[in-house]
């Protein structure tokens, strides 16, 4: 990944506020962020979508959401409700964290079912809305992890996603990002949680990641114009 331009680098980028206390004015600057760099998204909670798409209206850079954020632990019923009411606020794309008791107990009906029904949601718009599914890595075995990462592929989302970035337990690993990407072959992997710099980027970039969720991405990007890789 060291042949990466800039372009190529910020166009992987998600570029995330997903703080409770995060403001009007914080949003506001998230998205022209995001336009100025060349973001790939944002990233905000569902109360800031309206904004978000007021401010990048007639843009290039997509408007994402989260569901079940950040403990998963929501009926299937409220997250398809979740799903549509960002869906029809205006995101283009849905990150929705997957039922982790589900996936400890290896309940693949359960955690198979719910994620059905939320696809559901997104593949009925037009256009498609991307859904990717939040495994929160850190706190599972390599067996939960390969568990998971199968039934995401058999029901067809988009992408799986290493972390909330919430999690004391941690955020994205080259590891995970390898395991995600083999046990999910037809899913793109987007890595999040704890990458604050252009070399944790590109690192992750090269282990497989199609999509970096961060904070930092003005950081990454003014570090990878500067060279500052180590």
């Not at 990150?95 to 009925?124: F, M, N, P």
Request: include cysteine.
């Amino acid at each position: 990944m060291t042949n990466i331009e800039e372009k190529q680098l910020a166009y992987r980028i998600d570029h995330t506020l997903l703080n409770a206390t995060a403001t009007s004015e914080q949003i506001k600057q998230l998205c022209q962020q995001a336009k100025s760099y060349g973001f790939c998204a944002v990233f905000v909670n569902p109360r800031w979508i309206t904004l978000a798409a007021e401010e990048l209206h007639g843009c290039k850079v997509k408007i994402g959401s989260v569901v079940g954020f950040p403990l998963g632990a929501d009926s299937t019923k409220i997250k398809v409700a979740q799903t549509e009411d960002c869906i029809f606020a205006g995101a283009d794309e849905i990150d929705i964290v997957a039922d982790l008791a589900a996936i400890i107990e290896g309940d693949s009906t359960y955690l198979s079912h719910q994620l059905r029904a939320v696809l559901k949601v997104c593949r009925s718009m037009r256009p498609a809305v991307c859904l990717k599914v939040i495994i929160e890595a850190s706190v599972l075995n390599r067996e939960q992890k390969i568990f998971v990462c199968r039934i995401a592929n058999e029901v067809g989302v988009d992408f799986v996603k290493t972390s909330t970035g919430m999690n004391p337990a941690g955020g994205a690993t080259i590891e995970d990002v390898k395991l995600m990407k083999e046990s999910a072959p037809n899913c793109k992997v987007k890595a999040s949680g704890g990458i604050r710099t252009a070399k944790q980027a590109l690192e992750m970039l090269e282990a497989g990641a199609d999509r970096i969720g961060t904070s930092s991405g003005v950081e990454i990007i003014n570090q990878f114009r500067a060279g500052r890789l180590q």
